[in-house]
Nanobody, 115 residues
């Protein structure tokens, strides 16, 4: 069983930055793709960014230029750097990992942006 543990969320003012972390319980090289999703209050979970085993990144149009996904294979950790935070970024952010068999999810970390 794989565990993904997100951290780094919190309360931040608009315009600020946060770096979210997702630590995996096993080597992230086992996963074809790791990704971040956001779920705003009363909305469905939405994909925001992904990174492949080879380091190729992809972003939702709504976050391009402000969100950066990266990985540290030595630490088995994936990061999401969020800059120029906006109140509409307020959400629970979830990490996921896909190994061609199933998708694993973390428990999420809350990001709240005040105006």
């Amino acid at each position: 069983q794989v565990q993904l543990v997100e951290s780094g969320g919190g309360l931040v003012q608009a315009g600020g930055s946060l770096r979210l972390s997702c630590a995996a319980s096993r080597t992230i090289n086992n996963f074809n793709t790791m990704a971040w999703y956001q779920q705003a209050p009363e909305k469905q979970r939405e994909w925001v960014a992904a990174i492949t085993r080879g380091g190729i990144t992809n972003y939702a149009d709504s976050v391009k230029g402000r969100f950066t996904i990266s990985r540290d294979n030595a630490k088995n950790t994936v990061y999401l750097q969020i800059n120029s935070l906006k109140p509409e970024d307020t959400a629970v952010y979830y990490c996921s990992a896909w190994d061609q068999i199933r998708t694993y999810w973390g428990q999420g970390t809350q990001v709240t942006v005040s105006s």
